[in-house]
């Protein structure tokens, strides 16, 4: 399941960007290079199911919006490379990992995103009391 499409990266960032960061046959980019977003939109997704599956069972039955703008925000970064350092692609980067991190702690948790795996365990917990080591008699002419 993608998170985000190459529609998601078309409405948020704009064709021509998108054009300009995946032609790369054409001196003057023309045209939005198909296999160079799936491959972006695929990183961006394997990344946030890394976090996604410590909390969430995975596929995800419904992507939420939130989880669409992280991926997209991630793609774009992918799709950047080394030109994102120090811009706002970086900033925006950093901010999807840093909420990634938070759904995986469990500090955020995504709406409607499915159910969260079973906890291990699930018995009662069992306490047996040990003899005592200090008795009365034990303790006498202390």
Same mark, same amino acid.
């Given at each position: 399941?993608?998170?985000?499409?190459?529609?998601?990266?078309?409405?948020?960032?704009?064709?021509?960007?998108?054009?300009?960061?995946?032609? &790369?046959?054409?001196?003057?980019?023309?045209?939005?290079?198909? /296999?160079? #977003?799936?491959? %972006?939109?695929?990183? $961006?997704? @394997?990344?946030?199911?890394?976090?996604?599956?410590?909390?969430?069972?995975?596929?995800?039955?419904?992507?939420?919006?939130?989880?669409?703008?992280?991926?997209?925000?991630?793609? &774009?970064?992918?799709?950047?490379?080394?030109?994102?350092?120090? /811009?706002? #692609?970086?900033? %925006?980067?950093?901010? $999807?990992? @840093?909420?990634?991190?938070?759904?995986?702690?469990?500090?955020?948790?995504?709406?409607?995103?499915?159910?969260?795996?079973?906890?291990?365990?699930?018995?009662?917990?069992?306490?047996?009391?040990?003899?005592?080591?200090?008795?009365?008699?034990?303790?006498?002419?202390?």
């Amino acid at each position: 399941m993608t998170y985000a499409t190459k529609q998601d990266l078309i409405d948020r960032f704009g064709e021509k960007e998108l054009k300009q960061l995946t032609d &790369r046959t054409n001196t003057v980019p023309t045209t939005i290079d198909d /296999t160079v #977003v799936t491959r %972006a939109l695929t990183d $961006a997704d @394997a990344l946030a199911d890394g976090y996604l599956g410590k909390v969430y069972t995975l596929p995800l039955s419904v992507t939420p919006p939130v989880l669409t703008k992280v991926c997209a925000d991630l793609a &774009r970064y992918f799709l950047h490379g080394k030109a994102a350092k120090e /811009t706002l #692609v970086e900033d %925006a980067y950093k901010q $999807a990992l @840093a909420w990634l991190k938070d759904v995986a702690r469990g500090l955020v948790q995504l709406e409607q995103a499915g159910t969260p795996p079973a906890q291990a365990g699930g018995g009662a917990v069992r306490a047996k009391e040990g003899d005592r080591v200090m008795t009365r008699d034990s303790l006498r002419g202390m």
